[in-house]
């Protein structure tokens, strides 16, 4: 059995975060939720960082939650347990770290993300997927919903009919019908190294602007066009001047790659 459940390596501002369950196909257990957890604080705590790759080691990206513990969903005192109370805090939890991250985070979906696994790519800003992974929110047949944030995050990216299509349903699609839906970014035959081309493009721009950006837009469907209007003109004024910005600036007139504090 591997040892750490999540790996994370930082080199050149990108932190590669990878779920390290091969055998299990990476689901989702106690274990690994506590390596998401620590992954996450370590990547929000090293200013080095500037964008992080997230994706599943062997055959799979992530294939939802641990069967072992859904069997144990059959038995309703067990349903009531302490068990069950941690689960339903830790599990959707396991999807917002990434969401309140402040530099960008792209998943490269490659196998199956299905349950909780393709929950997870959603709490990232950027999904690279490959052409015949196989995403489904699955949740009902288990009688259960998508409750890692799945209701309020896949609305956003498909619209309330497919997202209510994919989850009523809990039929899997490809990768390239996910392109298709909107759910998948991009495809790539190979997603792990097309992110990481992604996610050192994104290290050469100025980390306070992919923060401002990531946040403008994370609010935009929230709030009404004047409230939005007003957050990102708070927002832009303290990135312009900033030591940053003027690195940017200078970078981009002496054709270097910016070297960023």
Same mark, same amino acid.
Not at 12 to 30: C, I, Q
Not at 166 to 194: C, F
Not at 225 to 228: K, Q, T, V, Y
Not at 252 to 261: I, K, M
């Given at each position: 059995?591997?040892?750490?459940?999540?790996?994370?390596?930082?080199?050149?501002?990108?932190?590669?975060?990878?779920?390290?369950?091969?055998?299990?196909?990476?689901?989702?257990?106690?274990?690994m939720?506590?390596?998401?957890?620590?992954a996450?604080?370590?990547v929000?705590?090293?200013?080095?960082?500037?964008?992080?790759?997230?994706?599943?080691?062997?055959?799979?990206?992530?294939?939802?939650l641990?069967?072992?513990?859904?069997?144990?969903?059959?038995?309703e005192p067990v349903?009531?347990?302490?068990?069950?109370?941690?689960?339903?805090?830790?599990?959707?939890?396991?999807?917002?770290?990434?969401?309140?991250?402040?530099?960008?985070?792209?998943?490269?979906?490659?196998?199956?993300?299905?349950?909780?696994g393709?929950?997870?790519? %959603?709490? +990232?800003?950027? =999904?690279? !997927?490959?052409?015949?992974?196989? &995403?489904g929110?699955l *949740?009902?047949?288990?009688?259960?919903?998508?409750?890692?944030?799945?209701?309020?995050l896949?609305?956003?990216l498909?619209?309330?009919?497919?997202?209510?299509?994919?989850?009523?349903?809990?039929?899997?699609?490809?990768?390239?019908?996910?392109?298709?839906?909107?759910?998948?970014?991009?495809?790539?035959?190979?997603?792990?190294?097309?992110?990481?081309?992604?996610?050192?493009?994104?290290?050469l721009?100025?980390?306070?602007? %992919?923060a +401002?950006?990531k =946040?403008l !837009?994370?609010?935009?469907?929230? &709030?009404p066009?004047? *409230?939005?209007m007003?957050?990102?003109?708070?927002?832009?004024?303290?990135?312009?001047?900033?030591?940053?910005?003027?690195?940017?600036?200078?970078a981009?007139?002496?054709?270097?790659?910016?070297?960023?504090?």
């Open positions: 059995m591997s040892e750490a459940r999540v790996v994370v390596t930082i080199a050149d501002g990108v932190a590669d975060v990878r779920l390290n369950r091969p055998e299990k196909r990476n689901a989702l257990d106690h274990a939720f506590d390596g998401i957890f620590a996450a604080d370590q929000a705590n090293d200013a080095s960082v500037r964008v992080v790759v997230l994706s599943g080691v062997g055959k799979a990206f992530c294939a939802g641990d069967t072992s513990l859904l069997s144990q969903m059959a038995g349903a009531e347990s302490g068990l069950f109370r941690n689960l339903r805090v830790d599990a959707p939890r396991a999807v917002r770290v990434w969401t309140e991250l402040a530099v960008p985070v792209i998943a490269a979906v490659h196998g199956v993300a299905v349950g909780g393709i929950q997870l790519a %959603l709490g +990232a800003d950027f =999904r690279v !997927v490959a052409p015949d992974a196989q &995403l929110a *949740e009902l047949r288990w009688g259960i919903i998508p409750d890692m944030c799945g209701t309020q896949l609305p956003r498909v619209g309330p009919d497919q997202a209510k299509l994919l989850m009523m349903t809990a039929r899997t699609i490809s990768g390239e019908e996910a392109l298709r839906i909107g759910l998948a970014t991009q495809v790539a035959d190979d997603p792990y190294a097309v992110a990481h081309e992604l996610a050192r493009e994104l290290a721009r100025n980390p306070d602007g %992919l +401002a950006i =946040r !837009v994370g609010i935009a469907q929230d &709030l066009f004047a *409230e939005g007003q957050q990102e003109y708070d927002l832009a004024g303290p990135v312009i001047g900033t030591a940053n910005q003027r690195e940017a600036v200078v981009n007139l002496e054709g270097r790659p910016p070297q960023f504090s």
